[in-house]
Structure formats: C-alpha cells, structure tokens
C-alpha cells in the first residue's frame, strides 16, 4: 500500500516511494525466472483524482560466475585487462604477494661478475709543448648578490616620500624603485614625509611644502639613486627656490665661485619668490580624448597639473570634463548614456584659465553636437 486511506482523501504525499524487500513479495513467484511483469493498481478512497506510478525498478541477484572464468570491465570506451575470479582482492592480499616477491628475489643468488684487473698505466712524456692545467676560479656566490640587494635596499632607509604631478605608468615606476631602496611612500604629503618628488615647479603642492619647510626634488633624484645605487645628494636635484632648513645629512653642493656680479644676481634670485598659482581645478578630473600633438599634449598636461586638476588616463565615473579636438561622434552619446554629467571641451577653454588665471565658464568651449 502506497497511500493510507487519511493520505488519499486529503491528498498528502502523493509523491511517495516505497521499497519492498524479497520477503514481502510473493514467494512462489520470486523463486522462477520473468521475463516480463504486469502491475495493477487500484485506489478507491478517492475517485475525483488521477493516480499511477511514476517508475518502478527491479532488482534481480547477480549470476554466480565460475571461478575459472574472467570477467571484462569497461569503463567507457575502454576496455579493462581482464582478471581471473581467484585472483579476486582481498584485505591484507596485496602485501601477501609483494612480501612473498620480496622472499623470492631474496632465495635467487646474485652472479658476480669478475672485476677487470688493473693494469699499470705507462708514466707520462714529459713534452716541450705540454699545457699547465686550469686553475679553477670561484663562481660568484649568491651571497654577493643578496648582499647587493640589501646594500640596495638600505639607500633611501628614513625617507618618507610623496608623488606629485606624475601619472601612471611612470607614477608606478617611481613608486617600485623609491620602495625596493628602502624608502616609505605617502599617497599624499604629511608631516611625516621628508620629501616631495614633483614634477613642475610652482604647484599648489609644491607651494603647500616650500611653506612647510619640505625637501622638494625632481624624478631623476630616485632615477640616477637606483642606476648608480648609491645614495647621491638631494640638494643637486632641488626643484625651484625653498627653504630647507637645517639639513645636515648631506654636504651642500659645491659651486664655481663667481663675480661679484654674480653674487649680487644669485642673492636677487633667491630673494625673488615665485608667484603662486591658484588652484583653478582642484576636485575637477580630466581625461584628452582623440589626437593631439606632441607639445599640445605636454602643455594641456602642465596645465591641468598646475593647478590642482586630476588628469585620469581611462574614462570612469570620476571623470567631469573630456578635452578633446574631435567633432561629436556617436562615442560622446553613448558615454553620456554612462555618465550623464560629463562635458566635452575643447583645449581652448583650458588656456582661457591659463590666460586669466581664474576658472572661466566652460559653456562656450563645448563641443556641440551636429
């Protein structure tokens, strides 16, 4: 029985499956051998629903085999070394067999062979043109190199540095070789940082450490530490007119001496402060699409770097303005579908700012679509 009679009226359970075993079923005929059966099923407690069997599986015991005979196995399309039944694994056989091979190789004697003899071999000439053996020389050892990368690593130990004005991938370069000599980067300047690698002169991040007393220093200052590998002073790659304090790990670069001309045009120099640009496009990120020449290119950089703007170099959410020379193209919609606040200006607008040194509206600069 698969339903109770609560189960058929209430239809509960209906997916039931149930196993029977070889006791349950009736014995005279599990005894013979079918080829074929026939299944009747009958449900009366409830005549208002349809019922059947799903599936219906029969199991059979194996045919018991003769020991003599070899069974093949298959596994897909492969086909198995057959095996006689008496060789049939059993717990504790296969260390039985290898144990009992280990006892015969042991019973086999070994051959020995006869060993040649040793003939004397004739003392050598002495020739006029005989070759005076090589001397071995030492292989360098790798303790010479660790000690190299460790002399390496130690170059720029105590110095805290922050990047200025550089992008990827000379931004990461700099970055990697400043770190594998032993210095510390900031991704933006503290007090803790000692030095500032800038790449121009006169930024609102070159004035905000000129006035904090800072080391400023060009990228050629870790460029030419890192080829040399050595510590090379600081001061021959200081970047504009600062104040660096009382700096007493280096030795002041020596000068020619001058004239008094000279003297007098050196002092009026370092007396003269440079102006202070503004920092027109502080929070404003940029990206040049299309062509540009060579030097449009470096100068919308400098630009852009001089005063506080962020020059991104793939589009992403961050970007405000897109610079380009470019007519509208179906591109510009479908970055517009992305972003919808972006705006594409022409490089004119950039040396409007420039000219009057103020954020200038952008709105007569843009490209218009056709």
Known sequence: MFLSHDDAKAMTNPNKVRTFSKDQLNQAAVEQKWDRIKVVCTQPFNKHVQYGLAFITLHSP????????????????????????????????????RSSSKEAEAAVPEKKTPKA?????????????????????????????????SELSDLLRGVVFALSGFQNP?????????????????SDWSKECTHLVCAFANTPKFNQVHRAGGKIVSKQWILDCHHKKKLVPWKTYQLG????????????????????KGKAASQEEEHDELPVLPDLFQSKHFILYGQFSDEQRRTLRRYI?????????????????????????????????????LAFVKPSWIYACNEKRKLVPFQPHVVVPK
Do not use: C
């Open 62 to 97: 194996e045919n018991k085999t003769d020991s003599g005979s070899s069974t093949a196995a298959h596994v897909g399309q492969f086909k198995l070394k057959p095996t006689p039944s008496d060789e049939t694994m059993k717990p504790g056989s296969l260390f039985a067999r």
């Open 117 to 149: 003899e040793k003939r004397p071999s004739p003392p050598p000439q002495s020739t006029s043109n005989s070759k005076k053996p090589k001397l071995d020389t030492p292989s360098p050892t790798p303790r010479a190199k660790s000690e190299t990368s």
């Open 170 to 186: 000379l931004r990461g370069e700099l970055r990697d070789k400043a770190v594998a000599m032993g210095a510390k980067y900031r």
């Open 241 to 260: 007119q600062q104040s660096s304090g009382s700096d007493t790990e280096e030795e002041p670069v020596a000068t020619e001496q001058q004239g008094p």
């Open 305 to 341: 770097t001089a005063f506080d703007g962020t020059l991104e170099e793939y589009m992403g959410d961050r970007v405000q303005y897109v610079i380009t020379n470019e007519e509208w193209d179906s591109k510009f919609d479908e970055a517009l579908s992305e972003n919808a606040s």
